[in-house]
C-alpha cells in the first residue's frame, strides 16, 4: 500500500476498527511479556548499586514511566496538529483518549520519583530540572482534560484541545531548557537513545526491557481506547450498529 | 498598517472609558504584595531576598486578570466575528488587540514596578535588570495569555480554567525572569537570561497570533 | 533489602495498582457501552416495530 493510500485510509475510523482488531491483544502480550521480564530481572537479578543499595530498582519503573509521560504528550501535540490542518477524525479521537494514560503516568513518574528520593537523596521531592518539568507536565495534560470538560460541544472541544496540546508540544522544550539551569540534584540521564549507558549491561538492559514495555502498554491501552471511542462516535452508522447487534463488542 | 492602527484606536477608545478595569490588575499588584509583606512580618531582609520572586509571580498572576476581559467585550456584542472572520488578514486585528493589553498592562506594571520594588527593599542594583526582564517578558505574556483567553472565551467559569491553561506556559518566563535578577542580586551577569526572555516573545509575536485566531474561530462556532 | 524494601515495593505497587486501573478502566468502559449501545439498539427496533419516528 502506498503512502498516499495509506494516508487516505486513516482518515476513515472504520478502517483503522477493522484493522487493529488485534492490535490490543498484540501490544497488550508483548507489554506483559517484556515488563514482567524486565520487572523481575530488574528487582531480583540486576545487582545492587554501589551507591544507592537497592532503592535503584525503583529505576525500573521510574525511567519508563517518565519517558512514556513526555512521549504521549508529543503524540497529543502531533495528534492536534493533523486535527486541526487536515481535520482527521481520528487524529481527534487519538486526542481525547491519551490524556488518561499520560496523566496517571506522568503523576507515576512523580511519586516513583519521590518515593526514590527519599532514601537515595534524603528528600521526598526537590525542586531541579527533571521532577519541576514533569510536574509542569501534569499541569499541562491536567489543562486539556480541564478544557474538554468545559466545552460542551464535542467537535468544538476537540479542536480547542489541539490548539492548546499543540502551544503545550511547542512549550515543553522551551519548559525543559529554561528549568534545567536550575541546580540539578537528578542524575544524569541514565538511558539515552544514542549514548553508551554508564552501567553494567545487566543493570540496564532490564531498563530497556522495560521501556520497551511500557511503550507496548501505551500503544495496548491507545488501540484499546481508540476502538471504543470510534464505536461511540460512529454510532449512527450501520456497521457500528452490526458490532453492537451481533454482540461482537 | 491602518486595519491595525484602526483596531488599536478602538481598544483604546474602550479602554479609557472603563480606566477602572484597567486599574484594577495593577491595584491588584501592589495588593498582592502589601499580603506578602504582612505575611513575612515586614522584614527589609526577607523581602528584599524574595522581591523578585513576588515581583514576577504578581505580575503573571495581576495579568491573567487584565487577560479575561480582552475579548470578552467584544464576544458579548457580537463584534468578535467581524474582527475574526471578516477582517484580512485576520491576524492584524488580533496582534492590535494584543499591543494593546501589553500597553495598559504589561508596561503599564513594569511603568510601576519601581514602586514595588522600594516596597519590598529591592537592591537599586537590580532594579534595572528587574526592569528589563520585565520589558523583555511582558510581551511573550500578553502573547501567550491571548491564546488561553481566545481558547475561553464564552465559557462559563473561564476565569480560572484560564489561569490553569496560561500558567504552566508562563513557566520559563517567570523563571528567566526571576532568576536574571536573583542571579544579578548574587553577583553575576544575567545578559543570557534576558536574551531569552526577548526571543520568547519574539517566537511568540510569530507564531501566536495564528493560534489566537485559530482558537478564536474554534470558540466562536458554540 | 537493606532497608530500603519499603521505598522499593511502595514504588512498584503503585505502578502495578495504576497500569491495572487503566487496563480494567477499558474493559469496563467496553463493557457497560456495549450494554448501553445493545439497549437503545433493542429499544429503536421495538419503536420503530411499534411505528414510531427513530431517526434521531
Not at chain 2, 528584599?48 to 480582552?70: F, H, K, Q, R
Not at chain 2, 488580533?94 to 500597553?103: F, N, S
Not at chain 2, 537590580?126 to 520585565?134: D, E, K, P, R
Not at chain 2, 517578558?137 to 462559563?156: D, F, M
Amino acid at each position: 500500500m502506498g503512502l498516499r493510500e495509506l494516508w487516505h485510509r486513516l482518515g476513515s475510523p472504520r478502517w483503522f476498527y477493522t484493522m487493529s482488531r488485534n492490535w490490543p491483544w498484540i501490544f497488550g502480550g508483548l507489554a506483559m511479556a517484556l515488563l514482567l521480564t524486565g520487572t523481575l530481572w530488574g528487582l531480583a537479578f540486576a545487582p545492587p548499586d554501589y551507591q544507592q543499595g537497592n532503592s535503584f530498582r525503583i529505576m525500573y519503573v521510574h525511567v519508563p514511566t517518565s519517558m512514556i509521560a513526555q512521549s504521549a504528550y508529543i503524540v497529543m501535540g502531533v495528534a492536534g496538529f493533523m486535527l486541526l490542518v487536515w481535520r482527521m477524525k481520528l487524529a481527534d479521537m487519538v486526542l481525547a483518549t491519551v490524556v488518561p494514560f499520560g496523566m496517571s503516568m506522568t503523576a507515576l513518574s512523580l511519586f516513583t520519583g519521590a518515593v526514590w528520593g527519599r532514601p537515595s537523596w534524603g528528600t521526598w521531592w526537590e525542586w531541579d530540572a527533571r521532577t519541576t518539568s514533569m510536574l509542569v507536565l501534569l499541569f499541562l495534560y491536567f489543562g486539556l482534560y480541564a478544557l474538554r470538560q468545559a466545552i460542551p460541544r464535542q467537535e468544538t472541544a476537540g479542536r480547542a484541545c489541539a490548539v492548546l496540546a499543540l502551544l503545550g508540544m511547542i512549550n515543553i522544550p522551551i519548559i525543559k531548557y529554561s528549568v534545567d539551569w536550575w541546580l540539578t540534584l537528578h542524575q544524569s540521564a541514565s538511558f539515552t537513545l544514542t549514548e553508551a549507558p554508564a552501567m553494567p549491561i545487566s543493570m540496564w538492559f532490564p531498563l530497556l526491557l522495560n521501556v520497551l514495555g511500557i511503550y507496548c502498554l501505551f500503544g495496548a491501552t491507545l488501540s484499546s481506547r481508540l476502538r471504543l471511542e470510534i464505536l461511540k462516535r460512529e454510532a449512527s452508522t450501520q456497521w457500528t450498529r452490526d458490532i453492537i447487534l451481533g454482540g461482537r463488542l | 498598517m491602518t486595519l491595525f492602527v484602526g483596531q488599536l484606536r478602538r481598544e483604546f477608545i474602550v479602554m479609557f472609558q472603563s480606566l477602572e478595569e484597567v486599574a484594577n490588575p495593577l491595584v491588584f499588584l501592589f495588593l498582592g504584595i502589601t499580603l506578602f509583606a504582612l505575611a513575612t512580618g515586614g522584614g527589609p531582609d526577607v523581602l528584599a531576598d524574595y522581591a523578585p520572586a513576588i515581583i514576577w509571580v504578581l505580575v503573571l498572576l495581576a495579568n491573567l486578570l487584565s487577560l479575561e476581559g480582552m475579548f470578552r467585550r467584544d464576544y458579548e456584542d457580537g463584534t468578535l466575528e467581524q474582527l475574526v472572520l471578516l477582517a484580512r488578514p485576520g491576524f492584524v486585528p488580533v496582534l492590535a488587540k494584543v499591543a494593546a493589553h501589553w500597553l495598559f498592562s504589561g508596561l503599564a506594571m513594569t511603568l510601576l514596578v519601581p514602586f514595588a520594588a522600594l516596597l519590598l527593599y529591592l537592591p537599586t542594583s537590580a532594579l534595572f535588570t528587574l526592569l528589563m526582564t520585565l520589558l523583555a517578558g511582558t510581551p511573550a505574556l500578553s502573547l501567550i495569555g491571548a491564546v488561553g483567553a481566545a481558547l475561553t472565551v464564552g465559557l462559563r467559569r473561564g476565569g480560572v480554567l484560564l489561569a490553569l491553561l496560561v500558567l504552566p506556559l508562563y513557566v520559563p518566563i517567570l523563571i528567566f525572569g526571576a532568576g536574571a535578577v536573583l542571579q544579578q542580586m548574587g553577583g553575576m551577569e544575567s545578559h543570557a537570561q534576558i536574551y531569552w526572555l526577548g526571543v520568547i516573545s519574539v517566537v511568540s509575536l510569530t507564531v501566536t497570533p495564528f493560534a489566537v485566531q485559530a482558537a478564536l474561530k474554534i470558540g466562536l462556532e458554540q | 533489602m537493606g532497608g530500603h524494601g519499603l521505598y522499593v515495593w511502595l514504588a512498584y505497587g503503585a505502578t502495578v495498582v495504576v497500569v491495572l486501573a487503566n487496563v480494567v478502566s477499558i474493559r469496563f468502559a467496553r463493557r457497560r457501552y456495549a450494554r448501553e449501545a445493545l439497549a437503545l439498539e433493542r429499544r429503536k427496533e421495538t419503536a420503530q416495530a411499534a411505528g414510531l419516528d427513530v431517526s434521531a
